[in-house]
């Protein structure tokens, strides 16, 4: 159980294209997503928490217009980074929790995101 | 903001030998959590703990959440090959937001 599917894997774009990523939660509802960055041999980074229907909370220094968050549905939420550069390449995770507080996050495998 | 102090940052063990990593903090913690990261891959749970004083066991590991709730440790009995990777400590200590330790790379030699 608590199985969170991440899309794409890997993207290679040009710089100035915007990328959208996908989280989905496969077996359980997600009251809560977090959008987390990873910067090679570093720990996560949290960019922002969303809750369904509600817009997203953004961690400083996490610029909400380049990266735009949804959280339509209880299992579905997206990353959408906006007119990307080489700097924003990155692994990017995300992660599902249910019931909140004080429940484990479970994540999905990530996307590395290239900009050339 | 707060932090969790994760250590060692990396071990080389070889196969069959016992693993003790630690996290602290000066901040109380309400729950811990021991995540495992593959490279190229988004991190696993291994245990969560959520009384202090609990000691949990899954399989080969054994992770404690310490009396203080400032510290837990993860221990992995007869380590493997497989075990590699990157091992993360995580807590909760007010809302849904987890704070992470920076990780201990673990390397197995067969």
């Known amino acids: 159980g608590a199985v969170v599917s991440q899309h794409p894997s890997r993207v290679i774009c040009k710089s100035g294209t915007s990328v959208k990523i996908e989280c989905r939660s496969l077996?359980?509802?997600?009251?809560?997503m977090f959008w987390y960055r990873q910067f090679p041999k570093k720990s996560l980074m949290l960019m922002a928490t969303?809750?369904?229907?509600?817009?997203?909370?953004?961690e400083q220094g996490v610029e909400k217009d380049k990266f735009l968050i949804n959280h339509a549905s209880l299992t579905l939420s997206t990353l959408t980074v906006t007119s990307a550069h080489p700097e924003d390449s990155s692994f990017y995770i995300c992660?599902?929790?249910?019931?909140?507080?004080?429940?484990?996050?479970?994540f999905g495998d990530g996307t590395r995101l290239s900009i050339l | 903001g707060q932090q969790l102090n994760q250590s060692p940052q990396s071990m080389f063990i070889q196969e069959g030998e016992d693993v003790s990593m630690n996290c602290t903090s000066s901040?109380?913690?309400?729950?811990w959590l021991w995540y495992k990261q593959d490279p190229g891959e988004g991190p696993v749970l291994l245990i969560a703990?959520?009384?202090?004083?609990e000691l949990t066991s899954n399989g080969r590991l054994t992770a404690q959440f310490g009396i203080t709730r400032k510290d837990s440790f993860l221990n992995i009995s007869a380590s493997i090959p497989s075990d590699v990777g990157i091992y993360f400590c995580?807590?909760?200590?007010?809302?849904?937001?987890?704070?992470f330790g920076e990780g201990t790379q673990l390397t197995v030699n067969p």
């Open positions: 901040s109380i913690f309400n729950t």
């Open positions: 969303s809750n369904e229907g509600s817009k997203a909370t953004y």
């Open positions: 077996d359980f509802q997600a009251t809560t």
């Open positions: 995580a807590g909760h200590n007010s809302g849904s937001r987890l704070t």
């Open positions: 703990l959520y009384k202090a004083g």
């Open positions: 992660s599902a929790q249910t019931g909140g507080g004080n429940q484990p996050q479970h």
